[in-house]
């Protein structure tokens, strides 16, 4: 198809230059691209990426898929819009951070550790988002096996 | 000068919502800031994955008060895309024409708060007056002012019949005028300009750098907008230009939004007189294939993001949602060093910020606080030694 | 008998008494034009006095850091600067205590409440009180000149420096008064600066800094700090009335009364007109324009008054 030509080049160029690292790649529609990464070459393939134009970072969604942890990239010069999906065992969850090309990550990757968490190398020290300070450590709300547990003697307000 | 740190929120009267920024000042300027937030949590992407695929369109109706259409949209074309729904294309065009009233009355909300907040209370009193008229075009067509709930999976579940279209035309026309002497005042009035001019600096490249959207980044001369670039609804058959402007400060995004309302107008009448016949809604299954999909939209404030992955049954595996003042905020640190401690409301301001909209999720605190934060016990017995001191004992109580 | 009479002057008319009613007065027709002017309802004229009444009622909370007695005195100087002030401003076609000099005089005492409300930011010790008491004298520096200048041009053309006098001077030359239009126009920008009023009202500006110096009052002390603003704005218009417009006219009794207190809502209009017609500015804004233009303009004023002067022999 003719009118798909730039998200096939996408495609394939990312399928060229990082043999091996990517797979599962699909153009899903029109704007569209799909793929899966490797997580240690996570942060070499968003430079890449930001050089060819798709320079705003539009979010990271962060997933727990049972036994693998992970994140998806979505990744835009708002026509086209690139997903790139990493994984990290859910027993040592850890991913790269891509505040070097992406500086506007910040709170993503934040949110990452707060809401699942991922551990994210490099991210520098700072207040957490979003969850307050006195969160007890070691919960992750948004994993799958997480449930609110209203503590002992108070009861959730209705 | 000895430096002071002031704490700007979570409660001040600047703030509609509670977010905190620590403003470190030497006199008026301001020399370092950090932005906390998280005050409004409230774990909607947690709870999304607990309803069905029609409760969640409410849930996420309330993500935020203004964009409540961008939000449900955004949604519900993730919805519509993994069950492959056709949605009429009169639906379609009623859902356009809500996305762009909704954006007259959040430009015109913003116009009234960045008034209010550069000390200009005439303006802000003015603005929001004429912005009933669209809230009341909005009621008149959905039967609500602020959540219109008038999308639905598979279409919209209110038609338009050709008085409220005429109604709504007249408002529109009103408002119109308004606008043309709002952006006489905005470019002319020599303390605007004085407020306005060289506050809060973005630069072309710190705006992409910082992955700034919306008004924000175009005043910074990024011509960004979903609706031109990857257009959905029926945006892709309507004529309207992108505003951008290049002054990179607070007036910038003051004349986009002045100018960008002048744009919804247009669309307005553009989509009001080309309303395709038709039906309004289709049927679509409750039960989804398993799948994902991930869509964008323009809302007033910027671009708007959600990520939808279904695992075949009637709810939803993941639900993301990214507002745009998360992805703007931050851009705010940037803007606010070395400025003007008067500009700090003005400058957070234009961004046009939303916290609830940022917060989705809280998650309620089960455990003691750190020293400084009063548990519910510590609180009370501080209370009741404070009133013994005045000779009232609470204490039996 | 005879010491009845001033004491009964100076506690109800035009005393204490007149004083607090007419500024209550003038903040409701203050607030009802901004509102008329701003395409809204505005509040009942009683509003002013509940207000005031409720803050009589509320607890007093004091600051642990604060300094204790600075803080609670504070409110009733203010209060009493703007009452003697008041003392030598013609209502009618006298002032109670008039003497050569008393423009100064004047003039000094209204600088009072501003120090007053630079002691209570400063006494307060939290960081937005600390910010607003900084402004209001950073601000006060910036009007006080062009406020004096454009006073001393009206009593250089009377050649007496006594308010009464000037005031009869030009009820006897009412042809004078339009040529004193620059100076007028520079002395009200200068009065709404010194009232704290928008644009000006910088030192609390309430997006910015919250209440400012006035942060951390509450109850009565606060309720005593508003009615000395609201009364600094009827000496200010009365001082204005006298100064500029002639003060009685050469009306006796109740038509010189009646008046002065249709002189004094014009100057309250004029200074609702300011207010609504502008953006805040900042405070090096406030600063660059009164050093740059106001005070410039009131000099001129001056020079053109000696110059009559000497034209009129």
């Known amino acids: ?158 | 000068m000895s430096k002071i740190t002031i704490p700007f929120g979570p409660q001040h009267p600047a703030l509609k919502e509670p977010e905190n920024f620590m403003l470190v000042l030497e006199g008026e300027q301001i020399s370092g800031a950090t932005i906390n937030l998280g005050y409004n949590h409230r774990g909607m992407e947690k709870a999304a994955e607990d309803r069905t695929y029609i409760q969640n369109l409410y849930l996420i109706e309330r993500v935020c008060g203004i964009c409540s259409h961008s939000h449900t949209t955004c949604y519900i074309t993730n919805v519509e895309e993994l069950a492959k729904a056709e949605v009429p294309q009169r639906a379609l065009a009623i859902r356009t024409l809500f996305g762009e009233l909704e954006r007259v009355h959040s430009h015109l909300l913003w116009l009234g708060v960045a008034g209010y907040e550069m000390g200009f209370e005439t303006l802000f009193m003015y603005t929001w007056r004429d912005r009933e008229q669209v809230l009341d075009c909005l009621e008149l067509l959905s039967g609500n002012r602020v959540h219109y709930s008038i999308n639905t999976i598979g279409g919209v579940r209110r038609d338009i019949t050709a008085e409220q279209k005429a109604e709504v035309k007249k408002r529109i026309k009103y408002l119109e005028e308004r606008t043309q002497y709002y952006i006489k005042l905005a470019t002319g009035e020599p303390t605007v300009l004085a407020r306005t001019q060289d506050v809060g600096r973005l630069p072309y490249d710190v705006a992409i750098e910082r992955g700034a959207v919306g008004p924000t980044a175009r005043a910074s001369g990024v011509a960004r907008d979903v609706r031109k670039d990857d257009p959905y609804l029926i945006y892709s058959q309507l004529d309207f230009k992108v505003i951008t402007h290049n002054t990179n400060d607070v007036f910038g995004r003051l004349v986009v939004r002045a100018l960008e309302l002048v744009e919804s107008y247009k669309l307005i009448h553009q989509i009001l007189d080309g309303l395709p016949e038709g039906p309004i809604a289709v049927k679509v299954p409750w039960k989804l294939p398993a799948g994902e999909a991930v869509n964008h939209y323009e809302a007033p404030r910027g671009e708007d993001i959600h990520y939808l992955k279904a695992n075949g049954t009637d709810k939803p595996e993941r639900l993301k949602v990214r507002a745009p003042t998360l992805a703007n905020l931050q851009s705010v640190a940037y803007m606010l060093e070395g400025g003007w401690l008067a500009d700090v409301p003005l400058v957070i301001a234009a961004i046009d910020p939303c916290m609830s909209c940022t917060d989705r999720a809280a998650v309620w605190n089960p455990e003691k606080g750190r020293t400084e934060v009063y548990s519910w016990e510590e609180m009370r017995k501080l209370g009741i030694e404070h009133y013994k001191r005045r000779g009232v004992d609470f204490g039996r109580l | 008998m005879d010491s009845i009479l001033p004491l009964a002057q100076i506690m109800i008319f035009p005393g204490f008494l007149f004083l607090a009613v007419y500024g209550l007065l003038l903040q409701w027709v203050d607030r009802k034009l901004c509102a008329a002017m701003q395409n809204r309802m505005g509040p009942p004229w009683v509003q002013p006095f509940a207000d005031f009444i409720k803050l009589l009622a509320k607890e007093v909370i004091v600051p642990d850091e604060a300094e204790s007695v600075m803080f609670r005195v504070l409110p009733f100087f203010a209060l009493a600067a703007v009452m003697t002030a008041m003392v030598s401003i013609p209502v009618g076609q006298t002032a109670l205590f008039s003497f050569q000099g008393d423009l100064v005089a004047v003039v000094y005492l209204l600088t009072i409440p501003t120090v007053t409300f630079f002691l209570a930011g400063w006494s307060s010790t939290s960081p937005y009180a600390t910010v607003g008491a900084m402004r209001v004298l950073t601000q006060l520096f910036a009007y006080e000149v062009p406020l004096m200048l454009s006073l001393i041009g009206p009593a250089i053309l009377a050649g007496t420096w006594n308010i009464a006098e000037i005031s009869a001077f030009f009820g006897a030359h009412p042809a004078l008064i339009p040529a004193q239009l620059l100076g007028f126009a520079a002395a009200l920008i200068a009065l709404q600066g010194k009232l704290e009023r928008m644009p000006f009202d910088i030192p609390h500006a309430k997006n910015e800094i919250v209440g400012g110096q006035f942060t951390e009052y509450s109850g009565r002390l606060f309720g005593f700090f508003c009615l000395a603003v609201d009364m600094e704005l009827v000496v200010g218009a009365a001082l204005l009335n006298a100064v500029f417009l002639g003060g009685a006219l050469g009306l006796t009794g109740p038509a010189a009364i009646a008046l002065f207190l249709v002189k004094t809502l014009f100057v309250a209009f004029l200074l609702a007109l300011l207010k609504v017609l502008m953006a805040r500015i900042r405070i090096e804004q406030m600063i660059n324009f009164c050093w740059k233009y106001l005070a410039p303009v009131a000099m001129a004023q001056v020079l053109f008054d000696i110059f009559l002067k000497y034209k009129l022999g």
């Open chain 1, 1 to 158: 198809m003719s009118d798909l030509a730039n998200e096939e080049k996408i495609k394939a160029d990312l399928e060229k230059e990082f043999h091996g690292a990517v797979s599962n790649a699909v153009v899903q529609r029109r704007n569209r691209v799909w793929l899966d990464a490797e997580a240690a070459r996570l942060p070499e393939i968003l430079a890449w990426l930001k050089a060819r134009g798709l320079n705003h970072l539009a979010t990271v969604t962060g997933f727990d898929e049972g036994e693998n942890l992970g994140a998806s990239y979505h990744i835009t010069d708002t026509k086209i819009l690139v997903t790139v999906k990493v994984k990290t065992p859910r027993a040592e969850p850890t991913l790269p951070s891509v505040l070097a090309s992406f500086p506007g990550a910040l709170s993503y990757e934040r949110e990452l550790e707060d809401m699942l968490g991922i551990k994210i190398a490099g991210l520098p020290a700072g207040r957490r988002y979003p969850l307050p300070d006195d969160f007890p450590t070691g919960q992750y709300p948004l994993r799958k096996d997480w449930k609110f547990v209203p503590p002992a003697g108070e009861t959730e307000a209705k």
